[in-house]
């Protein structure tokens, strides 16, 4: 499956993959462990969770935040499995079509910023494995391939200066968007949610002055 692009959730075989993985042996038995990767491509958010953690906790012992495996030898292999995952679950286009927290874990939270082929970057939000917010800064020209983010419902397309929103139904196939410049990142919203009616804020590095209710997340663009 990982890292070869031959087996996705458009694959043929991706029935069998699902039930190789699942009755594989040797879990959770090296720092190394590609695990978290091989549910990340399956699409399997739960597996992502419940393989992550029992390495972390086995294995990331040291103060430096390295792995260990045989004394207190350091070991890099754990965080480069548990970086590429965690970056995997919200964001994959190894086949040419951009899917979005695909193997985000039930309940978590997540804010990220992550490339992608062309050099275009897609920052998703999420609180409580529900996908808040996502956007794309081109990094080329070209249309990019995007799955919906909730399938089955309609989605709001704005851009972050023109706010102009346009809408397009849950596709068949993935909905082909083009970039626009760097400057004007594209914002993807679940429906009836519409970003172009909210207010915008640019994220500075001056000190908070009050303290924000965390019934709702907040939306800031640029990420980070």
């Known amino acids: 499956m990982w890292p070869y692009g031959q087996i996705g959730d458009a694959s043929a075989r991706y029935a069998l993959a699902k039930r190789t993985y699942a009755n ?3 879990r959770d038995i090296n720092d190394w462990n590609n695990d978290p990767l091989q549910a990340v491509r399956l699409g399997l958010g739960g ?3 419940s393989t992550l953690t029992p390495l972390i906790e086995k294995h990331q012992t040291l103060r430096s935040g390295l792995a260990t495996f045989f004394g207190n030898e350091p070991y890099v292999e754990q965080q480069g499995v548990t970086a590429a995952a965690l970056s995997k679950a919200l964001v994959q286009d190894y086949d040419g079509v951009l899917r979005i927290a695909a193997a985000l874990p039930p309940g978590w939270d997540a ?4 490339f992608i082929h062309g050099g275009s970057k897609v920052s998703v939000q999420a609180y409580g494995g529900t996908i808040t917010t996502m956007g794309i800064t081109a990094g080329s020209t070209g249309g990019i391939a995007v799955g919906n983010p909730w399938p089955a419902q309609q989605v709001e397309v704005s851009t972050a200066v023109t ?3 346009s809408w397009y139904p849950p596709p068949a196939q993935p909905h082909s968007q083009s970039p626009r410049s760097a400057a004007e990142p ?3 919203t679940r429906c009836p949610c519409r970003v172009s009616a909210e207010s ?3 994220v500075t590095g001056n000190a908070a002055s009050a303290r ?3 019934e709702r997340p907040a939306r800031h663009w640029p990420p980070g």
């Open 111 to 114: 804010s990220s910023t992550a």
């Open 212 to 214: 924000a209710g965390l």
């Open 186 to 188: 594209t914002w993807f």
């Open 47 to 49: 597996e992502v969770a």
């Open 200 to 202: 915008y804020s640019q």
């Open 24 to 26: 594989h042996p040797h």
């Open 163 to 165: 706010r102009a929103p």
